[in-house]
């Protein structure tokens, strides 16, 4: 029984979060594309335990209990781990963007991100590489990523060594 209203939890919230993708969709062609692709995760969602099998008769004349504990908390990681490549993805556009508005381009730019155990995600370091010949914009950039987004960078130019 309990499984059940695991079951119906998840459909419940799988039509929640369908609701509120469709809301945030703009109208025309993308709308259109989107009811599809909502429709489609929405019936995977109701299907997800008969396709993993239903509980199985044991020798024991009882029922065996579904595993959703193992699949949501792979679920759970999974997500999170999309989450924070996400969220580096979008750092990384920010900084690039912020100095290309400096006239600024660096060679590369790299972060280490991490979650705490109260699922926040955070910057532990935030280094950028700047071309050769730069060395005279390492001050620029410093203060200007930290001002944007309150992160210290660390700044080395091409062909120095890495602090």
Same mark, same amino acid.
């Given at each position: 029984?309990?499984?059940?209203?695991?079951?119906? !939890?998840?459909?419940?919230?799988?039509? +929640? !979060?369908?609701?509120?993708?469709?809301?945030?969709?703009?109208?025309?062609?993308?709308?259109? !594309?989107?009811?599809?692709?909502?429709?489609?995760?929405?019936?995977?969602?109701?299907?997800?335990?008969?396709?993993?099998?239903?509980?199985?008769?044991?020798?024991?004349?009882?029922?065996?209990?579904?595993?959703? !504990?193992?699949?949501?908390?792979?679920?759970? &990681?999974?997500?999170? *781990?999309?989450?924070? #490549?996400?969220?580096?993805?979008?750092?990384?556009?920010?900084?690039?963007?912020?100095?290309?508005?400096?006239?600024?381009?660096? &060679?590369?730019? #790299?972060?280490?991100?991490?979650?705490?155990?109260? *699922?926040?995600?955070?910057?532990?370091?935030?280094?950028?590489?700047?071309?050769?010949?730069?060395?005279?914009? +390492?001050?620029?950039?410093?203060?200007?990523?930290?001002?944007?987004?309150?992160?210290?960078? #660390?700044?080395?130019? #091409?062909?120095?060594?890495?602090?």
């Amino acid at each position: 029984m309990n499984a059940v209203r695991i079951w119906a !939890a998840a459909v419940c919230a799988a039509a +929640i !979060a369908a609701s509120i993708a469709q809301l945030a969709v703009p109208e025309g062609k993308i709308q259109k !594309a989107m009811r599809c692709v909502i429709g489609l995760f929405f019936v995977c969602c109701v299907i997800m335990p008969f396709a993993q099998g239903l509980p199985l008769y044991t020798e024991t004349f009882g029922w065996e209990e579904p595993r959703f !504990a193992e699949v949501t908390d792979d679920l759970s &990681q999974e997500l999170m *781990s999309q989450t924070v #490549e996400r969220f580096k993805k979008n750092v990384y556009q920010i900084v690039q963007d912020i100095l290309n508005a400096q006239q600024i381009f660096p &060679q590369k730019i #790299e972060m280490d991100v991490h979650v705490a155990e109260d *699922s926040s995600i955070y910057i532990s370091s935030l280094k950028i590489q700047l071309k050769e010949g730069e060395k005279h914009n +390492i001050e620029k950039v410093s203060q200007v990523v930290q001002k944007e987004t309150g992160i210290i960078p #660390e700044i080395w130019v #091409e062909g120095e060594e890495v602090p």
